[in-house]
Protein backbone atom coordinates (compact mmCIF):
# COMPACT_ATOMS: atom_id res chain seq x y z
CA UNK A 1 0.00 0.00 0.00
CA UNK A 2 1.35 3.46 -1.13
CA UNK A 3 -0.15 6.25 0.66
CA UNK A 4 -4.35 5.93 1.40
CA UNK A 5 -5.16 5.31 -2.49
CA UNK A 6 -2.31 3.60 -4.69
CA UNK A 7 -0.82 0.31 -4.41
CA UNK A 8 2.95 -0.95 -5.72
CA UNK A 9 2.98 -3.64 -7.54
CA UNK A 10 5.95 -6.29 -7.68
CA UNK A 11 6.70 -8.67 -9.78
CA UNK A 12 9.71 -10.67 -11.64
CA UNK A 13 10.46 -11.68 -15.04
CA UNK A 14 13.31 -14.27 -16.28
CA UNK A 15 13.48 -11.84 -19.37
CA UNK A 16 13.50 -8.17 -20.06
CA UNK A 17 9.53 -7.61 -20.40
CA UNK A 18 7.95 -4.38 -19.82
CA UNK A 19 6.96 -2.59 -16.41
CA UNK A 20 3.54 -2.04 -17.33
CA UNK A 21 0.48 -2.85 -14.65
CA UNK A 22 -3.15 -2.67 -16.36
CA UNK A 23 -5.73 -2.95 -14.01
CA UNK A 24 -9.56 -2.37 -13.62
CA UNK A 25 -12.85 -3.37 -11.59
CA UNK A 26 -13.76 -6.15 -13.99
CA UNK A 27 -11.75 -9.35 -14.88
CA UNK A 28 -9.98 -8.34 -18.24
CA UNK A 29 -11.47 -5.21 -18.69
CA UNK A 30 -8.71 -2.91 -17.75
CA UNK A 31 -9.53 0.72 -17.71
CA UNK A 32 -6.08 1.57 -16.24
CA UNK A 33 -2.39 0.97 -17.27
CA UNK A 34 0.84 2.78 -15.61
CA UNK A 35 4.18 2.14 -16.75
CA UNK A 36 6.81 1.67 -13.65
CA UNK A 37 10.51 0.75 -13.69
CA UNK A 38 12.63 -2.28 -13.05
CA UNK A 39 16.09 -3.18 -11.63
CA UNK A 40 18.62 -6.54 -10.86
CA UNK A 41 20.59 -7.19 -8.57
CA UNK A 42 23.78 -9.24 -8.13
CA UNK A 43 24.58 -11.24 -4.97
CA UNK A 44 28.02 -12.76 -5.20
CA UNK A 45 27.82 -14.78 -8.78
CA UNK A 46 23.58 -14.63 -8.55
CA UNK A 47 22.08 -12.43 -11.03
CA UNK A 48 18.14 -11.84 -10.25
CA UNK A 49 15.48 -11.46 -12.94
CA UNK A 50 13.90 -8.75 -13.83
CA UNK A 51 12.57 -6.92 -10.65
CA UNK A 52 9.77 -5.05 -11.83
CA UNK A 53 7.45 -2.15 -10.04
CA UNK A 54 4.27 -0.09 -10.59
CA UNK A 55 2.15 1.99 -8.25
CA UNK A 56 -1.66 1.95 -9.92
CA UNK A 57 -3.99 4.05 -8.43
CA UNK A 58 -5.92 6.45 -6.99
CA UNK A 59 -8.02 3.37 -6.34
CA UNK A 60 -11.67 3.56 -4.88
CA UNK A 61 -11.38 1.94 -1.58
CA UNK A 62 -12.85 -1.62 -0.16
CA UNK A 63 -12.61 -2.50 -3.68
CA UNK A 64 -11.96 -5.45 -5.83
CA UNK A 65 -9.28 -4.98 -8.67
CA UNK A 66 -8.48 -7.23 -11.53
CA UNK A 67 -4.73 -6.54 -12.94
CA UNK A 68 -2.11 -8.29 -15.39
CA UNK A 69 1.73 -7.76 -15.11
CA UNK A 70 3.96 -7.35 -18.45
CA UNK A 71 0.93 -7.46 -20.49
CA UNK A 72 0.96 -11.10 -20.26
CA UNK A 73 -2.63 -12.46 -21.14
CA UNK A 74 -2.33 -15.82 -19.27
CA UNK A 75 -2.16 -14.35 -15.79
CA UNK A 76 -4.42 -12.01 -14.30
CA UNK A 77 -4.41 -11.39 -10.87
CA UNK A 78 -6.88 -9.54 -8.38
CA UNK A 79 -6.46 -7.17 -5.29
CA UNK A 80 -8.90 -5.90 -2.67
CA UNK A 81 -7.76 -2.34 -1.24
CA UNK A 82 -8.34 -1.34 2.79
CA UNK A 83 -11.77 -0.61 3.88
CA UNK A 84 -11.69 3.63 4.46
CA UNK A 85 -12.92 3.27 7.81
CA UNK A 86 -12.88 1.38 10.47
CA UNK A 87 -13.63 -2.34 11.10
CA UNK A 88 -10.38 -3.98 9.73
CA UNK A 89 -8.89 -6.63 10.34
CA UNK A 90 -4.95 -7.59 10.08
CA UNK A 91 -3.10 -10.80 9.96
CA UNK A 92 -0.11 -10.90 11.63
CA UNK A 93 3.08 -13.72 11.28
CA UNK A 94 6.46 -13.52 11.63
CA UNK A 95 9.26 -15.73 11.28
CA UNK A 96 7.88 -16.95 7.61
CA UNK A 97 10.28 -19.33 5.55
CA UNK A 98 9.34 -21.94 3.09
CA UNK A 99 8.43 -25.02 5.11
CA UNK A 100 5.52 -27.73 5.24
CA UNK A 101 4.60 -25.89 8.66
CA UNK A 102 4.99 -22.55 6.68
CA UNK A 103 2.34 -23.77 3.70
CA UNK A 104 0.01 -24.98 7.13
CA UNK A 105 0.06 -21.40 8.41
CA UNK A 106 -0.65 -20.10 4.45
CA UNK A 107 -3.84 -22.18 3.81
CA UNK A 108 -4.60 -21.04 7.07
CA UNK A 109 -4.36 -17.43 6.25
CA UNK A 110 -6.02 -17.80 3.02
CA UNK A 111 -9.33 -18.97 4.70
CA UNK A 112 -9.73 -15.72 6.53
CA UNK A 113 -11.31 -12.55 5.55
CA UNK A 114 -8.46 -10.42 5.87
CA UNK A 115 -7.55 -6.61 4.93
CA UNK A 116 -3.90 -6.82 5.05
CA UNK A 117 -1.26 -8.52 6.04
CA UNK A 118 1.60 -7.42 8.70
CA UNK A 119 5.34 -8.74 9.20
CA UNK A 120 7.69 -7.92 11.54
CA UNK A 121 10.93 -9.76 9.48
CA UNK A 122 12.06 -12.84 8.58
CA UNK A 123 10.65 -13.58 5.08
CA UNK A 124 12.59 -16.29 2.92
CA UNK A 125 15.23 -17.60 5.06
CA UNK A 126 17.25 -17.24 1.93
CA UNK A 127 20.65 -16.90 4.00
CA UNK A 128 22.86 -15.51 1.52
CA UNK A 129 21.55 -18.66 -1.34
CA UNK A 130 19.94 -16.28 -3.39
CA UNK A 131 17.70 -18.55 -5.17
CA UNK A 132 15.56 -19.64 -2.11
CA UNK A 133 14.42 -15.69 -2.22
CA UNK A 134 12.64 -16.48 -5.63
CA UNK A 135 10.50 -19.62 -4.42
CA UNK A 136 9.41 -17.99 -1.47
CA UNK A 137 8.19 -15.28 -4.11
CA UNK A 138 6.20 -18.30 -5.74
CA UNK A 139 5.31 -20.13 -2.08
CA UNK A 140 3.27 -16.66 -1.08
CA UNK A 141 2.40 -15.27 -4.48
CA UNK A 142 -1.36 -16.58 -4.66
CA UNK A 143 -1.76 -14.33 -1.21
CA UNK A 144 0.54 -11.47 -1.73
CA UNK A 145 -1.17 -11.02 -5.27
CA UNK A 146 -4.46 -10.16 -3.47
CA UNK A 147 -3.78 -8.47 -0.47
CA UNK A 148 -1.13 -5.64 0.99
CA UNK A 149 1.78 -7.09 2.63
CA UNK A 150 3.42 -4.86 4.87
CA UNK A 151 6.96 -6.11 5.93
CA UNK A 152 9.78 -5.24 7.66
CA UNK A 153 13.29 -6.88 8.39
CA UNK A 154 14.35 -9.46 11.29
CA UNK A 155 18.26 -10.76 11.03
CA UNK A 156 17.75 -13.18 7.90
CA UNK A 157 17.37 -10.15 5.61
CA UNK A 158 20.80 -8.39 6.46
CA UNK A 159 23.06 -11.18 4.50
CA UNK A 160 26.16 -8.86 5.12
CA UNK A 161 29.42 -10.92 4.31
CA UNK A 162 32.30 -9.17 5.27
CA UNK A 163 35.05 -8.37 2.82
CA UNK A 164 33.04 -10.59 -0.09
CA UNK A 165 29.78 -8.91 0.42
CA UNK A 166 29.72 -5.81 2.40
CA UNK A 167 25.63 -3.75 1.29
CA UNK A 168 23.53 -5.28 3.77
CA UNK A 169 19.90 -5.84 2.80
CA UNK A 170 20.49 -5.89 -0.75
CA UNK A 171 18.04 -8.53 -1.60
CA UNK A 172 15.19 -7.56 0.75
CA UNK A 173 15.52 -3.73 -0.13
CA UNK A 174 15.73 -4.96 -3.89
CA UNK A 175 12.64 -7.06 -3.83
CA UNK A 176 10.27 -5.57 -0.75
CA UNK A 177 9.69 -1.55 -1.70
CA UNK A 178 8.19 -0.34 1.07
CA UNK A 179 6.54 3.52 1.29
CA UNK A 180 9.18 4.78 3.30
CA UNK A 181 9.57 7.94 1.17
CA UNK A 182 6.00 8.74 1.60
CA UNK A 183 6.56 8.92 5.34
CA UNK A 184 9.55 11.17 5.49
CA UNK A 185 12.40 7.77 5.96
CA UNK A 186 15.37 7.94 4.72
CA UNK A 187 15.37 4.13 4.44
CA UNK A 188 13.50 1.21 3.42
CA UNK A 189 14.27 -0.35 6.71
CA UNK A 190 11.68 1.48 8.84
CA UNK A 191 8.40 3.65 7.73
CA UNK A 192 4.99 4.28 8.86
CA UNK A 193 1.36 4.43 6.88
CA UNK A 194 -2.15 4.82 7.83
CA UNK A 195 -4.77 2.72 6.98
CA UNK A 196 -8.88 2.71 7.89
CA UNK A 197 -8.62 6.24 8.65
CA UNK A 198 -8.13 5.65 12.14
CA UNK A 199 -4.67 3.37 12.34
CA UNK A 200 -1.41 4.25 12.47
CA UNK A 201 0.85 1.60 11.94
CA UNK A 202 4.63 1.69 12.57
CA UNK A 203 7.66 -0.17 11.32
CA UNK A 204 10.78 -0.17 12.82
CA UNK A 205 14.53 -1.63 12.38
CA UNK A 206 15.82 -4.03 14.49
CA UNK A 207 18.84 -4.19 12.50
CA UNK A 208 19.78 -0.66 11.71
CA UNK A 209 21.05 2.26 14.13
CA UNK A 210 18.45 2.45 16.73
CA UNK A 211 20.12 4.71 19.61
CA UNK A 212 19.21 8.74 20.73
CA UNK A 213 20.33 10.72 18.04
CA UNK A 214 20.60 7.93 15.45
CA UNK A 215 18.84 8.77 11.88
CA UNK A 216 15.89 5.99 12.95
CA UNK A 217 15.31 7.49 16.34
CA UNK A 218 14.77 11.17 15.54
CA UNK A 219 12.46 9.91 12.24
CA UNK A 220 9.96 8.04 14.75
CA UNK A 221 10.37 10.94 17.26
CA UNK A 222 9.19 13.56 14.01
CA UNK A 223 6.48 10.48 12.78
CA UNK A 224 5.23 10.15 16.41
CA UNK A 225 4.63 13.69 16.58
CA UNK A 226 2.58 13.71 13.33
CA UNK A 227 -0.23 11.27 14.56
CA UNK A 228 -3.86 13.27 15.75
CA UNK A 229 -4.87 10.29 18.00
CA UNK A 230 -8.84 12.46 18.10
CA UNK A 231 -8.39 11.18 14.48
CA UNK A 232 -6.00 8.19 14.48
CA UNK A 233 -7.00 6.68 18.01
CA UNK A 234 -4.74 3.29 17.14
CA UNK A 235 -1.06 3.07 17.11
CA UNK A 236 0.77 -0.41 16.24
CA UNK A 237 4.33 -0.89 16.25
CA UNK A 238 6.02 -3.74 14.46
CA UNK A 239 10.16 -5.01 14.99
CA UNK A 240 11.30 -7.94 15.15
CA UNK A 241 13.65 -8.12 18.16
CA UNK A 242 11.06 -8.67 20.99
CA UNK A 243 11.74 -6.33 23.96
CA UNK A 244 9.98 -8.62 26.39
CA UNK A 245 10.36 -12.40 26.34
CA UNK A 246 10.44 -15.18 28.49
CA UNK A 247 11.78 -17.60 26.36
CA UNK A 248 15.47 -19.08 26.51
CA UNK A 249 15.65 -18.21 22.83
CA UNK A 250 17.22 -15.07 22.02
CA UNK A 251 17.28 -14.15 25.62
CA UNK A 252 18.86 -10.35 26.27
CA UNK A 253 20.59 -9.94 22.66
CA UNK A 254 21.69 -6.10 22.30
CA UNK A 255 18.83 -5.75 19.64
CA UNK A 256 16.22 -6.33 21.76
CA UNK A 257 17.70 -5.03 25.22
CA UNK A 258 19.72 -2.04 23.18
CA UNK A 259 16.49 -0.79 21.70
CA UNK A 260 14.05 -1.27 24.35
CA UNK A 261 16.62 1.37 26.41
CA UNK A 262 16.79 3.87 23.52
CA UNK A 263 13.15 3.99 22.82
CA UNK A 264 10.72 2.46 24.93
CA UNK A 265 9.97 5.70 26.82
CA UNK A 266 8.99 7.38 23.21
CA UNK A 267 6.64 4.73 22.43
CA UNK A 268 4.94 4.67 25.90
CA UNK A 269 5.19 8.32 26.50
CA UNK A 270 3.24 7.92 22.82
CA UNK A 271 0.90 5.53 24.29
CA UNK A 272 1.31 3.22 21.63
CA UNK A 273 -1.62 0.31 21.73
CA UNK A 274 0.25 -2.77 20.61
CA UNK A 275 3.58 -3.92 19.84
CA UNK A 276 3.90 -7.07 17.46
CA UNK A 277 7.65 -8.52 17.54
CA UNK A 278 9.10 -12.01 15.96
CA UNK A 279 12.43 -13.58 16.23
CA UNK A 280 11.73 -16.24 19.20
CA UNK A 281 9.97 -19.34 17.35
CA UNK A 282 7.22 -19.12 19.36
CA UNK A 283 3.59 -17.54 20.70
CA UNK A 284 3.67 -14.67 24.00
CA UNK A 285 1.50 -12.25 24.93
CA UNK A 286 2.13 -10.01 27.62
CA UNK A 287 0.12 -7.41 29.72
CA UNK A 288 0.45 -4.00 29.01
CA UNK A 289 3.96 -3.38 30.26
CA UNK A 290 6.73 -0.38 30.70
CA UNK A 291 10.06 -0.56 32.64
CA UNK A 292 9.51 -4.33 32.97
CA UNK A 293 6.31 -4.01 34.95
CA UNK A 294 2.57 -4.06 34.29
CA UNK A 295 1.02 -0.62 33.73
CA UNK A 296 -2.61 0.03 32.62
CA UNK A 297 -1.10 2.74 30.15
CA UNK A 298 1.72 0.37 28.48
CA UNK A 299 1.46 -1.06 25.54
CA UNK A 300 0.33 -4.89 24.73
CA UNK A 301 4.04 -6.81 23.71
CA UNK A 302 3.40 -9.70 21.65
CA UNK A 303 5.54 -12.42 20.36
CA UNK A 304 4.28 -13.27 16.71
CA UNK A 305 7.82 -15.54 15.71
CA UNK A 306 6.02 -18.81 14.69
CA UNK A 307 4.63 -18.83 11.35
CA UNK A 308 6.80 -21.82 10.25
CA UNK A 309 10.75 -21.64 9.22
CA UNK A 310 13.03 -24.45 9.03
CA UNK A 311 15.13 -23.95 12.74
CA UNK A 312 12.06 -24.87 14.27
CA UNK A 313 10.13 -23.91 17.57
CA UNK A 314 11.76 -22.13 20.59
CA UNK A 315 10.72 -24.58 23.02
CA UNK A 316 12.76 -23.59 26.35
CA UNK A 317 11.41 -21.29 28.29
CA UNK A 318 12.15 -19.79 31.91
CA UNK A 319 10.57 -20.64 34.32
CA UNK A 320 8.99 -19.71 36.54
CA UNK A 321 6.43 -17.77 34.27
CA UNK A 322 6.96 -14.13 35.24
CA UNK A 323 3.51 -11.90 35.95
CA UNK A 324 3.84 -9.95 33.16
CA UNK A 325 3.68 -13.01 30.47
CA UNK A 326 0.04 -13.85 30.08
CA UNK A 327 0.22 -16.63 27.60
CA UNK A 328 2.92 -18.47 26.07
CA UNK A 329 3.06 -21.60 24.14
CA UNK A 330 5.57 -23.10 21.66
CA UNK A 331 3.47 -23.38 18.19
CA UNK A 332 3.40 -22.41 15.04
CA UNK A 333 0.41 -20.58 13.81
CA UNK A 334 -0.70 -16.77 12.80
CA UNK A 335 -2.48 -13.50 14.79
CA UNK A 336 -5.51 -11.50 13.93
CA UNK A 337 -6.07 -8.12 14.60
CA UNK A 338 -9.33 -6.91 14.22
CA UNK A 339 -9.74 -3.13 15.01
CA UNK A 340 -13.30 -2.91 15.59
CA UNK A 341 -14.29 0.64 16.25
CA UNK A 342 -12.10 3.70 18.19
CA UNK A 343 -12.22 2.24 21.07
CA UNK A 344 -12.09 -1.84 20.99
CA UNK A 345 -9.86 -4.28 19.17
CA UNK A 346 -9.89 -8.47 19.25
CA UNK A 347 -6.96 -9.89 19.04
CA UNK A 348 -6.81 -13.63 18.70
CA UNK A 349 -3.54 -16.43 17.74
CA UNK A 350 -4.48 -19.41 16.06
CA UNK A 351 -2.96 -22.44 16.35
CA UNK A 352 -0.93 -24.99 13.62
CA UNK A 353 -2.51 -27.88 15.59
CA UNK A 354 -2.10 -30.79 13.32
CA UNK A 355 -2.70 -28.85 9.86
CA UNK A 356 -5.91 -27.63 11.54
CA UNK A 357 -6.99 -24.32 12.62
CA UNK A 358 -7.22 -23.81 16.46
CA UNK A 359 -7.53 -20.35 18.19
CA UNK A 360 -6.04 -20.81 21.13
CA UNK A 361 -5.85 -17.22 22.43
CA UNK A 362 -7.88 -14.06 22.46
CA UNK A 363 -8.29 -10.70 24.21
CA UNK A 364 -10.12 -7.62 23.65
CA UNK A 365 -8.62 -4.42 24.60
CA UNK A 366 -9.20 -0.84 24.19
CA UNK A 367 -7.53 2.09 22.47
CA UNK A 368 -5.32 3.69 25.13
CA UNK A 369 -6.27 7.04 24.26
CA UNK A 370 -9.75 6.64 25.25
CA UNK A 371 -8.91 6.06 28.77
CA UNK A 372 -8.46 9.79 30.33
CA UNK A 373 -5.73 8.57 32.44
CA UNK A 374 -3.44 7.17 29.48
CA UNK A 375 -3.67 11.05 27.91
CA UNK A 376 -0.32 11.16 25.44
CA UNK A 377 2.54 12.99 26.64
CA UNK A 378 4.39 15.80 24.69
CA UNK A 379 7.23 14.10 22.25
CA UNK A 380 10.38 15.25 22.23
Known sequence: ????????????????????????????????????SST?????????????????????????????????ASREFSFKTAPPQLPIRFVVIGDLGQTGWTESTLEHISQVKYDMLLVPGDLSYADFWQPRWDSFGRLVEPLASQRPWMVTHGNHEVEKIPIIHNTPFTSYNARWHMPFEESGSASNLYYSFDVANEVHVIMLGSYTEFNLGSTQYKWLEGDLKKIDRTKTPWVVVLFHVPWYNSNKAHSNEFESVGMKKAMEQLLYDARVDVIFAGHVHAYERFARVYDEKTNKCGPVHITIGDGGNREGLATQYIEPKPEISIFREASFGHGQLQV???????????RNDNDVDVAADSIWFTSLISDPECKPKSIG
Open 1 to 36: MVGSDRMRISWITRKAAPSKVEYGVSSGVYDGSVDG
Open 40 to 72: RYKYLLYKSGHIHEAVVGPLKPNTLYYYRCSSD
Open 340 to 350: VNSTHAQWTWH
